[in-house]
C-alpha cells in the first residue's frame, strides 16, 4: 500500500534557483514612476519661486529706498538661510529610507548566518526567533516581521517602522522612524520662512503706501503685495502641520496612532473565550457600544507617553541639557533602532480597565 502524501511539505525544489533570502525579499517596495514625483516637484517650484521677488524688494526697499544695507544682510542671511535648512530637510525626507523593517546582520538572525541558507531552512528556523517574527507580529501583506509601532503603508507596498503617515509631497514616500526628526524640522523651516517673509513684506507694503514718491520702483509693492499674501498663506497652513505635530511629539504619538484608534486591541490584555473575539479582537467583530468605549479610551490612553521631555529626546535624540534647542535648528537624529519603545507606566492598568470595560459592553 503506497505512503499518502502529506497536504503541507516544506521540501523545497532548489535545483536551479537561487532561494537564499536577501533584504529585498524582506523589504520590496513599490517602483515609482514620473508622475508619482510630480508632487515633489511642485512642491521645489513652490519654495523656489518667491526667491526672485524676495530680492527684488530686499533690494529697493532696504538698499535704494532705506538706504539701510545692514538691515539688507540681515534680512538676507535670514531668510536664505531658513531656505537652506528646509532644503536640506527636503533632501534628507526623500533620499533616506524611513525605516526598512528587515533584520540586518548585526542582529545576529539566523536567516542570515550562512549564504547559502534555503527558502526552507530560514522558515524552520524561524521558530525560535524573538517575538518579533511571532505570528501576531508578522506582517499578513508583505510577509516581513512586524515590530512594535511598525505599519504596512497600502501605497508603498511595505511596512515603515514607527510610521507616522505617508506623504506624496515628498515623492511619495512615508515619514517613518529614520526620517520624521528631518520632516518635522522641514515644517519649521518653512513655517519661520513663510512667518519672516510675511512680516517684512507687510511692513515694506506699509512703508510704500505711505511714501508713494518715495518708492523706486513701480513693480515693488506688487512683489511685496504677492509676498505677504503668500507668506500668511503658508504660514497658516504649514504652521498648522507644524503645532500639530508638535502635540503629537509632546504626547509621544504618531499620525496613525493619534487618527486610528482601534489600534489599541493589539495591547489589551486577553478577553474572556466566552466573547468569541478574535486574539487581538478585531473592530470589526465590537459591537457599536464596545467600539464607543474603545474611541473613548483613545482620548486617555497613552501607550507610548514617558513624559513631555522624554518624548522630545526620544524624537531628536539630545542628551545634553537644552540641547533640543540646538537639533531643532539643525535637525535632529532619532535614538533607538525603531522597533521598541519604553511604554507609559500607566498604560497596562488604563487598558486592563478597557478590557473590563469591553467585557462589561458584550
Known amino acids: 500500500m503506497s505512503r499518502p502524501q502529506p497536504l503541507l511539505s516544506f521540501e523545497v525544489d532548489t535545483s536551479g534557483q537561487d532561494t537564499s533570502l536577501k533584504h529585498d525579499d524582506f523589504d520590496s517596495e513599490v517602483r515609482r514612476t514620473w508622475y508619482h514625483y510630480l508632487p515633489l516637484c511642485f512642491l521645489l517650484f513652490l519654495m523656489v519661486a518667491p526667491c526672485p521677488s524676495l530680492l527684488i524688494v530686499l533690494v529697493n526697499h532696504y538698499l535704494f529706498a532705506l538706504n539701510k544695507p545692514i538691515a539688507f544682510v540681515i534680512h538676507f542671511l535670514i531668510t536664505f538661510t531658513l531656505e537652506f535648512l528646509a532644503f536640506a530637510s527636503l533632501m534628507v525626507c526623500v533620499v533616506r529610507d524611513p525605516g526598512p523593517v528587515y533584520m540586518d546582520a548585526s542582529d545576529h538572525d539566523p536567516i542570515h548566518q550562512s549564504e547559502d541558507m534555503g527558502l526552507a531552512e530560514a522558515l524552520m528556523s524561524m521558530e525560535n526567533t524573538d517575538d518579533d517574527c511571532s505570528p501576531d507580529k508578522f506582517c499578513r501583506k508583505c510577509w516581513v516581521p512586524k ?197 507609559n507606566p500607566r498604560s497596562q492598568d488604563m487598558l486592563s480597565q478597557l478590557a473590563a470595560r469591553l467585557e462589561k459592553e458584550a
Not at 213 to 230: G, K, N, R
Open 147 to 343: 515590530p512594535e509601532r511598525a505599519h504596512h503603508c497600502s501605497v508603498c507596498g511595505r511596512c515603515v517602522l514607527k510610521m507616522d503617515h505617508h506623504c506624496p509631497w515628498l515623492g511619495a514616500k512615508c515619514i517613518g522612524h529614520r526620517t520624521y526628526p528631518a520632516f518635522v524640522h522641514f515644517l519649521t523651516c518653512i513655517t519661520a520662512f513663510s512667518a519672516y517673509v510675511a512680516t517684512i513684506s507687510i511692513s515694506a507694503v506699509w512703508w510704500s503706501f505711505e511714501n508713494p514718491l518715495l518708492v523706486p520702483d513701480e513693480s515693488t509693492p506688487v512683489h511685496e503685495l504677492l509676498l505677504a499674501a503668500a507668506g500668511v498663506i503658508f504660514t497658516l497652513v504649514v504652521g498648522s502641520f507644524l503645532v500639530y505635530h508638535v502635540y503629537l511629539i509632546t504626547t509621544n504619538q504618531t499620525t496613525v496612532e493619534a487618527l486610528s484608534p482601534f489600534l489599541l486591541l493589539r495591547y489589551i490584555p486577553p478577553l474572556p473565550v466566552s466573547m468569541k473575539l478574535s486574539e487581538p479582537p478585531m473592530e470589526e467583530e465590537l459591537s457599536y457600544n464596545q467600539r464607543r468605549v474603545v474611541r473613548d479610551a483613545h482620548r486617555y490612553v497613552r501607550m507610548y507617553d514617558v513624559g513631555w521631555r522624554r518624548n522630545w529626546a526620544q524624537v531628536f535624540g539630545w542628551s545634553k541639557p537644552r540641547g533640543w534647542l540646538y537639533l531643532l535648528l539643525i535637525g535632529g537624529s532619532v535614538n533607538g533602532d525603531g522597533r521598541s519603545f519604553p511604554r
